[in-house]
């Protein structure tokens, strides 16, 4: 089965770039899908197909996809972006089934 | 506006059954497929099921395959999850979720706000 790997947390300074990586084999042959998660929320969408960024979402928020990982990068961190980040991809080579990362814990310094 | 409500989740002993519903509003219901997604106390988020807008076509995760099914009433623009043989680890938060047009394709764009499931004697 497809398996993505996210590192489980990442710490940023204010103001600071923060950069969340989601690794699975060939990944950049797939569409990356990337959903924020605030404690007792559900999760949003802040980037689907790699780089697309739904209205609402800040400029800050960026992704690009190459070889076998995919990144999400929040530039000029604010304390509002702590929360969980989670990336997705479907496997569709046999199962058909969704696949999610661990998730990665975003901590504002 | 899209809007996505669950309900059904409560206290259930395992190897009992309960059926989540999620009631839809702001979008053409049978243009998309629809997912559950599920999360664990404290853990992170899980794909359980999805559905083809037509309801035709339908995937599970392992863990849940033979004991879950999924399915839509496009009359009542609601997405059902019925869920037998229940066990501990199926408690969680169960999220339904708008998908794409096309099944296996495209972002969770919409999700609603949860419904906790408790599997325990």
């Known amino acids: 089965s497809y398996v993505l790997t996210q590192p489980p947390s990442v710490s940023v300074a204010p103001g600071k770039t923060a950069t969340i990586t989601c690794g699975g084999d060939k990944i950049e042959f797939k569409s990356v899908h990337w959903y924020q998660q605030k404690p007792g929320q559900a999760p949003v969408v802040v980037v689907y197909d790699d780089s697309a960024r739904p209205s609402g979402i800040p400029e800050r928020f960026s992704g690009s996809n190459s070889g076998n990982t995919a990144t999400l990068t929040i530039n000029r961190v604010e304390a509002g972006d702590e929360a969980d980040y989670y990336c997705h991809v479907w496997d569709v080579s046999r199962d058909h089934v969704g696949v999610l990362g661990g998730g990665t814990k975003l901590t504002v310094l | 506006e899209v809007q996505l409500l669950e309900s059904g989740g409560g206290l259930i002993q395992p190897g009992g059954s309960l059926r989540l519903s999620c009631v839809t509003s702001g979008f053409t219901f049978s243009d998309y497929t629809m997912t559950w997604v599920r999360q664990a106390p404290g853990k992170g988020l899980e794909w359980v099921s999805t559905?083809?807008?037509?309801?035709?076509?339908?995937s599970y995760a392992s863990s849940v395959k033979g004991r879950f099914t999924v399915s839509r009433d496009i009359s009542k623009n609601t997405v059902f999850l019925q869920m037998s043989g229940l066990r501990a680890e199926d408690t969680a938060v169960y999220y339904c979720?708008?998908?794409?047009?096309?099944?296996?394709?495209?972002?969770?764009?919409?999700w609603g706000q949860g419904t906790l499931v408790t599997v325990s004697s």
């Open positions: 559905i083809s807008g037509s309801g035709e076509t339908t």
């Open positions: 979720a708008k998908g794409g047009r096309r099944l296996h394709l495209g972002e969770w764009s919409a």
